[in-house]
């Protein structure tokens, strides 16, 4: 699968990725690895996060917020460590079964990108099919600027639209549950 040359963001290759054929993890965690905004390393290449707005920082909260109450270890913006080829930062990760290493390493019960306007959905198709590859249980995609949610059909490889995110084992959490809170703390930020 080529990763180079993705839509993901209007931003300039990183004048190390021009430099070099291709990125090594080591020279990746040199270049950006205390760097913000955050980079992701997607094989080879040092991809840029897209900057989140008002809208996806609270999305992000009220999602690791939710799923703490039902159970999961979550938090937003951890950089993954389950393959040699790539490190991302979803948006939200979530697990019953948290490991104690810096990044998780495991495959994960959840996670979650948020659109921002500079991602292409090309882009994130890629991300679901790796997590899903990885072994991630449940893919989410959330875009707060059209209140919609899908999940990544693993037999199917497509994205499916949901009105609750369901765990076996633990309480569903309705999708019209998590735009009603982003309307009210929206709201409170007159935004």
Not at 3 to 23: C, I, R, V
Not at 94 to 120: F, G, Q, W
Request: charged share 25%.
């Amino acid at each position: 699968m080529e990763w180079g040359n993705t839509e993901h963001s209007p931003a300039p290759k990183p004048m190390a990725t021009l430099a070099h054929k291709s990125l090594t993890i080591e020279e990746f965690d040199r270049l950006y690895g205390d760097t913000k905004p955050h980079r992701e390393y997607w094989f080879g290449e040092a991809l840029p996060k897209a900057m989140p707005a008002w809208l996806h920082g609270l999305l992000q909260g009220i999602l690791v917020q939710m799923l703490r109450e039902i159970g999961f270890v979550s938090a937003s913006e951890v950089r993954l460590a389950v393959s040699q080829d790539a490190y991302p930062v979803p948006d939200v990760i979530a697990t019953s079964k948290p490991s104690r290493m810096p990044y998780p390493t495991d495959p994960l019960d959840v996670v979650i990108e948020i659109l921002s306007p500079s991602d292409s959905m090309q882009y994130l198709l890629r991300k679901c099919r790796m997590y899903s590859k990885w072994g991630a249980t449940h893919v989410f995609v959330f875009d707060p600027e059209d209140r919609t949610a899908q999940e990544w059909n693993h037999a199917k490889g497509f994205l499916e639209p949901v009105a609750a995110l369901r765990f076996e084992g633990k309480t569903d959490i309705q999708v019209a549950r998590i735009w009603a809170e982003l309307d009210a703390q929206a709201q409170q930020l007159d935004l």
